[in-house]
Structure formats: structure tokens, C-alpha cells
């Protein structure tokens, strides 16, 4: 079965940094596909929200949301199946649980950062970032 497993949250202050890791394990499905994965974001009485996501297969281009984009860096490494986001100039806001996620590309290769788009997600860690 298909397992991700987030790690690498916490608390920091404002303006500081983290780096979140997603091992990725049992994507045999997936083998000879194009998917993409990505992180999104949920804070207490808010709505899911995409973070980045990234082309594992293929390309490896990305894509941000406004919200984080020059601040954020989402990349991808093959051969240890692992995604990461590096998170700097971290703001109060965005504190949230962050979960990564694993879908598969729809027609003419698109992968939108829409949690409807993704079909596996982790269990999530916490970021917390303090004034």
C-alpha cells in the first residue's frame, strides 16, 4: 500500500526556517506514469490549502501559491523518494498542519495544487511559528 510520512516540523520564531521531508513508499501504481506530489496546508476552522507541488516523474518543474511563493522551495529527490519543502522567512501565518501529498497527472499532464487532485496524503506534522 501506498504510505507517506511527513517529518521534520515544529515550532520556530518568525522569520526563521524549516525543512519538512516526505518519505514516499509503495507508489508502484504509479510505475511508468507521470504523477505529481505536493504540500498543503490546514489551520484550525480553515479549508485545506495547496502550499507547492512538484512533478516527481518527468520535468520536476513546480509551482507555488502566492502565499509562499519566494519563500518556499519545493524539491524532490528519485532516488531516496523523498519530497521535501524548505521554508524560509517563516511567518505567523503560516501556521498549519501541512501534509504532503501523491496524484496522479490528468490530461495534457496537468497537476493543479487542488486537494482534489491528489489521491494519497500523509498523516501530517506541525508548524507552528511564533511573533
Known amino acids: 500500500q501506498v504510505q507517506l510520512v511527513e517529518s521534520g516540523g515544529g515550532s520556530v520564531e518568525a522569520g526563521g526556517s524549516l525543512r519538512l521531508s516526505c518519505a514516499v513508499s509503495?507508489?508502484?501504481?504509479?510505475?511508468?506514469?507521470?504523477?505529481?506530489m505536493g504540500w498543503f496546508r490546514q489551520a484550525p476552522g480553515k479549508e485545506r490549502e495547496g502550499v507547492a507541488r512538484?512533478?516527481?516523474?518527468?520535468?520536476?518543474?513546480?509551482a507555488y501559491a502566492d502565499s509562499v511563493k519566494g519563500r518556499f522551495t519545493i524539491s524532490r529527490d528519485n532516488v531516496k523518494n523523498t519530497l521535501y519543502l524548505q521554508m524560509n522567512s517563516l511567518k505567523p501565518e503560516d501556521t498549519a498542519m501541512y501534509y504532503c501529498a501523491a496524484g496522479r497527472a490528468r490530461t495534457f499532464g496537468v497537476c493543479q495544487i487542488i486537494p482534489d487532485q491528489y489521491d494519497y496524503w500523509g498523516q501530517g506534522t506541525q508548524v507552528t511559528v511564533s511573533s
Open positions: 509503495g507508489y508502484v501504481r504509479y510505475s511508468g506514469s507521470l504523477y505529481c
Open positions: 512538484i512533478f516527481f516523474t518527468g520535468s520536476g518543474s513546480t
